[in-house]
């Protein structure tokens, strides 16, 4: 058996700590500073790089998004317009909810999407790429929508810094993510598509924790 290159292994360790995630309890705060309003630059921006980390249903669908961008189209670019709608989207979704609009059942729709972005990796089941980005782009007002709690009364320096901060971390991680698939696809002979179903099953079992509690709520 052909020896594996480290990236790969890497892979691995990626797995091992979604498969924690599912785990870990849904309830958990999605808040950097323990609900209290960001007042500052640094408090902002900190607030948004750590949403969609310490919001568990957040990480796993960036995790997804960049992992179906190499699903889709392996060995192209054109699969990063996947994360790139999310993540644009997020932004208007902060809009919405700053507007004082309400969007209906947004738990159970960022934990629907969550769930079934999972599938889609795990069953290989995917759609044509422009219908995967028209999709992200709904899921993205949704969980935009649900980042927008942490910042409604802020002031505009630390509205625009957590802003910037949840961009930066979301296209990090989806830019890990879709490098690690990528490297995956490109080293593994047989069954190239193994780790990225490996993958789907954990964040489909993630989606399933948040929406069993979304639909108890």
Request: hydrophobic share 55%; glycine share 12%.
């Amino acid at each position: 058996m052909p020896k594996l290159k480290f990236p790969v292994k890497l892979t691995g360790v990626i797995l091992f700590v979604l498969f924690s995630i599912v785990a870990a309890s849904p309830a958990m705060a999605h808040h950097a500073f323990g609900g209290e309003t960001p007042t500052n630059f640094w408090e902002g921006f900190l607030s948004g790089l750590a949403h969609p980390i310490i919001g568990l249903d957040h990480f796993a669908f960036v995790v997804a998004v960049g992992l179906l961008a190499v699903a889709i189209a392996p060995g192209k670019s054109i699969g990063i317009a996947i994360p790139a709608g999310f993540i644009l989207t997020t932004i208007a979704g902060v809009g919405l909810h700053l507007t004082g609009a309400n969007l209906p059942l947004p738990e159970l729709v960022v934990a629907a999407s969550v769930f079934a972005a999972g599938g889609m990796l795990a069953t290989s089941k995917t759609t044509n790429w422009q219908g995967l980005v028209a999709l992200a782009a709904i899921a993205g007002i949704f969980h935009g929508y649900a980042y927008g709690e942490a910042i409604v009364g802020a002031e505009m320096t630390p509205l625009w810094a957590y802003l910037t901060g949840f961009t930066i971390i979301q296209m990090t991680v989806a830019a890990i993510a879709f490098n690690l698939g990528k490297t995956a696809l490109e080293n593994i002979p047989n069954s190239p598509g193994l780790y990225l179903r490996f993958a789907g099953f954990t964040i489909c079992g993630i989606g399933a924790s948040f929406l069993a509690s979304a639909i108890g709520a």
